[in-house]
Structure formats: structure tokens, C-alpha cells
């Protein structure tokens, strides 16, 4: 019903910058909230950023907060993820997610669909 791309991963070093970015197709992308997630080889996924139906508010993991913003363009079904102050603990795979609801949940069991993720790393 839904399928989800991610793109923009890379290798960067620390310091530097990346903007991923996942295009949806299926259920109305507007219509939902949208969020980034992220797991480190033999680590649990964790909760990055959440962005409103709208666009209009956000949620971010306090480790990435004033470093990362998650926006979102309805029109283009897309949602970005800008990566400023890389460190060498961001590096993860990282997931875009459709949520079930309208605005921004950390929580992973609201989110329905999963795109494959993308590879970001940070070297030191």
C-alpha cells in the first residue's frame, strides 16, 4: 500500500553534513505525520525526528537537537532530514516511517510503514 524510499546516506566526516531524504507512494502523504528513525549495528532502532501532517511542528531525540531538522515537502510526497555537526555516533542506518496518526510520535508502533533505510557514516 505504501512504499517508502530513503536516499542521501553517504560517508562524511565529523563536522560535516548530509540531507536524506524519502519519497512516499500509496497512502496520502500529506494526510500523516512522518518520522526518521536510526540503528547502529547491534543496537536497537531509535527515535531521530518527527514532523507533523502539516508541517507544522516537530520532534527531535535531544541528541540531535540544534543539529538535525526534519522538514517535510507535500508536494513532492518527501521528507528531508538535515544532518549538520555530524559526529561518529550518528552513524547508523537510517529509516523513514509513515505514521498511522497526524502528528509526531516517538514511538515506533505508531508508524506503518518502513522504508529500507540508507547507510550514513561518520568517520572521525
Known amino acids: 500500500q505504501v512504499q517508502l524510499v530513503e536516499s542521501g546516506g553517504g560517508l562524511v566526516q565529523a563536522g560535516g553534513s548530509l540531507r536524506l531524504s524519502c519519497t512516499a507512494s500509496g497512502r496520502t502523504f500529506s494526510s500523516y505525520a512522518m518520522g526518521w528513525f536510526r540503528q547502529a549495528p547491534g543496537k536497537e532502532r531509535e527515535f531521530v525526528a518527527a514532523?507533523?501532517?502539516?508541517?507544522?511542528?516537530?520532534l527531535y531525540t535531544d541528541s540531535v537537537k540544534g543539529r538535525f531538522t526534519i522538514s517535510r515537502d507535500n508536494a513532492k510526497n518527501t521528507v528531508y532530514l538535515q544532518m549538520n555537526s555530524l559526529k561518529p555516533e550518528d552513524t547508523a542506518v537510517y529509516y523513514c516511517?509513515?505514521?498511522?496518526?497526524?502528528?509526531?510520535?516517538?514511538?515506533?508502533?505508531?508508524?506503518?510503514?518502513w522504508g529500507q533505510g540508507t547507510q550514513v557514516t561518520v568517520s572521525s
Open positions: 514532523i507533523s501532517w502539516s508541517g507544522g511542528s516537530a
Open positions: 516511517a509513515q505514521s498511522s496518526l497526524r502528528v509526531g510520535s516517538t514511538r515506533e508502533v505508531v508508524y506503518d510503514y
